[in-house]
């Protein structure tokens, strides 16, 4: 999908921000960028983007988001080398599936220039604010709301198309103790599971909590059918090492098709490590803790790349993973995060220069 895109207008904050922030000492997500790219959807056509100082948005308390739930995102990274050169990774990637989650919620899908060109305007003016400490990053936040007015249960006629930068240190800290769901589910079959859409992460909150308030910090997803197969480790997608191969679910009307993961599975291949991707039993997985073949356990995502599992808790039995000094978790996410950060080659070409 393309269209003509003319000059982004950039307007440039009067007050910078950035003086006030530690980068040595960022959590994730809490601090802002001092602009923001903003476009808007009406009569029937994207506008022309263009770059503003960070602000409130103001809203009619009929804009159908508060009422029907129109509402994608996407999650990236940009990398800043020690030459100060900047670098994304697969951001087209991130594009075509903000379109397919657009589709699924009846969202005007977007031109594909007018995400790359004002991403990258809005990089070139903030790349201040890209970090240069080892494991931070700046986290990118591309979103659709609808901001069109009514209470009438269609889609909107308008929408907001807006990015936001955050510099950001690491998101998980450590291995997490996850439980297998067996009641609640993430999504169903025909639903819209993989979309990157808001509803589905507010839908995850409580039963995370409850499993939270169990000791656990993060829930194993199952099928919506019977609980039968594990899907997903709370926002991300996840593997689980059996003897020496690596499996992961397949994507589904349930499963995020998680950019993260499908570099993985790509890498893991041109290590030479066995990839299966296939249905995992939950019976599969106590079975191989039980008699010792369960090695490792990850989550795989942009936010975290891949966030190790220390054991996890099922029908009110805990089992522990064992502790490996060698582990496809730590290697695979070295490799990946080389590559995203000019550290070393990028075979594959997935990495790109601003």
């Known amino acids: 999908m393309s269209a003509i895109i003319n000059d982004i207008e950039i307007i440039k904050t009067k007050t910078t921000k950035i003086n006030e922030?530690?980068?040595?000492?960022?959590?994730?997500g809490k601090v802002?960028?001092?602009?923001?790219?903003?476009?808007?959807?009406?009569?029937?056509?994207?506008?022309t983007p263009k770059v503003v100082p960070y602000h409130a948005i103001s809203l009619d308390p009929s804009a159908k988001i508060f009422h029907y739930g129109q509402s994608v995102f996407e999650g990236m990274k940009a990398y800043k080398d020690a030459n100060e050169d900047v670098w994304l990774f697969r951001p087209l990637e991130n594009f075509k599936r903000l379109n397919i989650s657009s589709k699924r919620l009846a969202i005007p899908e977007l031109p594909e220039n007018y995400f790359m060109e004002g991403l990258k305007a809005l990089l070139e003016v903030d790349k201040d604010w890209?970090?240069?400490k080892e494991g931070s990053?700046?986290?990118?936040?591309?979103?659709?709301?609808?901001?069109?007015?009514?209470?009438?249960?269609s889609p909107a006629d308008a929408y907001k198309f807006i990015i936001c930068t955050?510099?950001?240190?690491?998101?998980?800290?450590?291995?997490?103790k996850v439980l297998i769901e067996e009641?609640?589910?993430?999504?169903?079959?025909?639903?819209?599971?993989?979309?990157?859409?808001?509803?589905?992460?507010?839908?995850?909150?409580?039963?995370?909590?409850?499993?939270v308030e169990k000791g656990y910090q993060q829930v194993i997803?199952?099928?919506?059918?019977n609980h039968e197969y594990i899907e997903e480790a709370g926002a991300m997608n996840i593997f689980v090492r059996i003897n020496d191969t690596l499996v992961t679910g397949p994507t589904s009307d349930r499963i995020l098709d998680g950019i993260t993961r499908k570099s993985i599975i790509d890498i893991a291949k041109a290590e030479g490590i066995p990839v299966e991707v296939r249905k995992i039993s939950v019976k599969e997985v106590v079975e191989a803790a039980k008699n010792g073949s369960l090695k490792e356990m990850f989550g795989a995502g942009t936010a975290a790349v891949i966030s190790p599992i220390s054991g996890f808790g099922y029908k009110d039995t805990d089992y522990e993973l064992p502790e490996l000094t060698d582990t496809y978790a730590?290697?695979?996410?070295?490799?990946?995060?080389?590559?995203?950060?000019n550290k070393s080659e990028d075979p594959f070409g997935w990495r790109y220069k601003l």
């Open 137 to 153: 990053s700046l986290y990118i936040r591309p979103f659709i709301f609808a901001s069109g007015n009514g209470f009438h249960a």
């Open 183 to 211: 009641t609640y589910s993430r999504s169903a079959n025909g639903g819209v599971g993989y979309a990157k859409a808001g509803g589905n992460y507010a839908g995850q909150f409580y039963p995370t909590q409850l499993a």
């Open 330 to 341: 730590d290697k695979l996410k070295k490799i990946i995060t080389d590559i995203q950060t």
């Open 32 to 47: 802002f960028s001092d602009h923001m790219l903003e476009c808007d959807f009406k009569d029937g056509a994207w506008q």
């Open 21 to 28: 922030v530690d980068f040595d000492n960022l959590t994730f």
């Open 130 to 132: 890209i970090p240069k």
């Open 166 to 176: 955050a510099p950001s240190g690491s998101y998980f800290s450590g291995k997490v």
């Open 221 to 225: 997803w199952t099928d919506d059918t």
